[in-house]
């Protein structure tokens, strides 16, 4: 009985530093591509049936930084629900590097991260919704087709994004 006891430890052991290789790959990995008009156009239009999480933050934005593991547990909890997560940082296209990246890997961000590549902070914010005062952080989710359902202004918790999702996949 000790052997089987030795080889499984063993296995465990194995299946753990596997499983940790290759989250710490995926994070390192992490890339943060600008998004124009015509990217963000494309993931609204772009459905494939799945609803759409799309999270405005910033790396300076204390309630940002406070809501983030939320979403992170979000998306595991929903990974196999149709449902694409996405972020875009407000931070500066020249601070991917410096801040936002490292915040990504810090946080272990495990969906699509883009940084704003508006020319103008307006555009974005009229883009997805006219009446949107552009506060941060702020969420959007759009249905299948790409229609805007809900947005929730300010830092939520895991349990309203939850119930949020849950109620626009019944």
Known sequence: MKPRGNLLTALLFL???LILTTDEAQVRELKVEKIDKKKLEDILKNRNQ???FLNLWATWCVPCREEFP????LVNDYKNKPIDFYGISIDYPDEVNSKVIPFLKKQKANFTSFVNGFDKDEDLI?????????ALPSTFIFDKSGKKVSLLEGKQTYKIFKNELDRLLK
């Open 50 to 52: 799945k609803l759409l």
């Open 126 to 134: 009229n883009m997805l919704d006219k009446n949107w005062n552009g």
């Open 15 to 17: 299946f753990s530093i």
């Open 70 to 73: 939320d979403i992170i547990k």
